[in-house]
């Protein structure tokens, strides 16, 4: 595809409930980042993907978030035991790689936990 | 830790005046500085970017300018309209963690009063 795609585009998981999300990065983009993003504020750094290799998982914000690109290409982030404070549009973003190079957004999963 | 500022939070402007948006960063080390736009419930799409070597740069109406001994840079639109009401996230990467997550600003709504 032309751009990054992230599926689904919105999700209501009960708490409690597993959830996956998945990304689809441009082809041929080494870099691949996942991003929380709360209402109204900006997007929180959760993990980096160089190919397949997870490099830093510095802001996964507790061990029920697992994040995995067994292939290089497409990525998921699964949340497990879901709470209400998950609730947030987790974005997706990839790059071509290398240092300052332009990360490319998908339109997001907005995930709403009840 | 790596953070960011934004401000102001909210800016209204009449078309055709000029909108400046401000951040501060922590980390003397970052050397890469995106700004992306976000319309609602869109992707952030990058409009201007500026490196650590560079002391200003310009796009059409739009210009950045990066003081590295301040720790500051800046977002300049000239002229605006209707179409550059979203809101603007700064960021900055490339800091002593080595890796190339952005750590995004808090956000700025900009709005243009026809």
């Known amino acids: 595809g032309a751009g990054v795609s992230q599926s689904p585009r919105y999700k209501v998981a009960k708490r409690g409930q597993d959830v996956a999300l998945r990304c689809d990065p441009i082809?041929?983009?080494?870099?691949l980042f996942w991003y929380q993003q709360a209402l109204g504020q900006g997007p929180e750094f959760l993990t980096y993907?160089?190919?397949?290799?997870?490099?830093?998982k510095s802001g996964l914000p507790s061990d029920r978030f697992f994040a995995e690109r067994p292939e290089g290409s497409v990525s998921t982030l699964k949340i497990q035991r879901t709470q209400q404070e998950d609730s947030a549009v987790y974005l997706c973003a990839s790059s071509l790689g290398g240092l300052n190079t332009e990360a490319f957004f998908g339109q997001g999963t907005r995930l709403t936990v009840v | 830790g790596e953070n960011v500022e934004q401000h102001p939070s909210t800016l209204s402007v009449q078309e055709g005046d000029s909108a400046v948006i401000k951040c501060t960063y922590s980390?003397?080390?970052?050397?890469?500085f995106p700004w992306y736009k976000q319309e609602l419930g869109k992707r952030p799409q990058l409009i201007i970017d500026i490196r650590s070597n560079v002391g200003e740069k310009k796009d059409q109406r739009i210009a950045v300018t990066l003081n590295k001994t301040a720790k500051h840079f800046s977002l300049h639109i000239t002229e605006t309209q209707p179409e550059d009401s979203a809101v603007y996230f700064c960021a900055a990467s490339g800091g002593f963690s080595g890796t190339y997550k952005y750590i995004f600003g808090t956000g700025t709504r900009l709005k243009v009063l026809a």
């Open positions: 082809s041929g983009h080494v870099s």
């Open positions: 993907f160089q190919n397949e290799a997870q490099l830093d």
């Open positions: 980390d003397s080390a970052s050397n890469y």
